[in-house]
């Protein structure tokens, strides 16, 4: 079946621009993370959304930062008046359950949106 | 806070078993998974360990002691496919607090 697929798979911007980045879960996945991964460096959490909800957005770095999950299937994070330190590769991950209960499961990451900021 | 620590690079040949280790301390722990990525490519779950002792997938393995907040991904006859990067990841509660990785470089 199909993965976890992200658009643009390049997305290259201006300072101080708004960008959206689109990302498609696998199909029946309730679970969907958002991470950012910078060059030799680990994934590094932004949100995590359970169904509709945010479970937990601990880890956008600001408020220029925000995402949603309307239907519970595809993700958009939104990014306002972009900085060069913005600059990433940015992530998405899809499982099937999440995280409720203390358990774990498996996450699935998409290719990934490289985000650069001239 | 959170913090993970693992070499950052690796060497090994090809038919050896090679062993990463990851030490962390963090604030709240359910388990520690192993991800594996290739240049340009996107992380791939290999495991998951929650409880203390060894998991064996295949060729791999992973081992975990909760005491000594330490884990290890063990990787057996290794081939030259297995050259990537390896990062250990701990499960806190709503969330992953992901290692900067483990460069594997397997030589012929």
């Known amino acids: 079946g199909a993965g976890v697929s992200q658009t643009p798979s390049n997305k290259v911007t201006e300072k101080g621009k708004y960008v959206e980045l689109r990302c498609d879960p696998i199909?029946?996945?309730?679970?969907l993370y958002w991470y950012r991964q910078s060059l030799g460096q680990g994934p590094e959490f932004l949100i995590y959304?359970?169904?509709?909800?945010?479970?937990?957005d601990s880890g956008l770095p600001n408020d220029r930062f925000f995402a949603v999950r309307p239907e519970g299937s595809v993700s958009t994070l939104k990014i306002q008046r972009t900085e060069r330190g913005d600059s990433a590769v940015y992530l998405c991950?899809?499982?099937?359950?999440?995280?409720?209960?203390?358990?774990?499961?498996?996450?699935?990451f998409g290719p990934g949106t490289r985000l650069t900021v001239l | 806070g959170q913090s993970l620590e693992q070499p950052s690079e690796v060497t090994a040949v090809e038919g050896a078993i090679v062993q990463i280790n990851c030490t962390y301390q963090?604030?709240?722990?359910?388990?520690l998974s192993w991800y594996q990525q290739h240049d340009g490519g996107a992380p791939t779950f290999l495991s998951y360990?929650?409880?203390?002792g060894l998991e064996e997938t295949g060729r791999f393995s992973s081992f975990l002691s909760r005491s000594d907040s330490y884990g290890y991904l063990l990787l057996q006859e290794l081939q030259m496919k297995d050259s990537a990067s390896y990062f250990c990841?701990?499960?806190?509660?709503?969330?992953?607090?992901f290692g900067s990785g483990t460069k594997l470089n397997v030589k012929p």
């Open positions: 360990n929650a409880l203390d």
């Open positions: 959304f359970q169904g509709t909800g945010a479970a937990d």
């Open positions: 991950a899809s499982s099937l359950t999440g995280l409720a209960g203390g358990g774990t499961d498996t996450q699935y």
């Open positions: 990841a701990v499960r806190g509660f709503n969330k992953f607090y």
């Open positions: 199909s029946g996945h309730t679970a």
């Open positions: 963090t604030s709240g722990f359910y388990g």
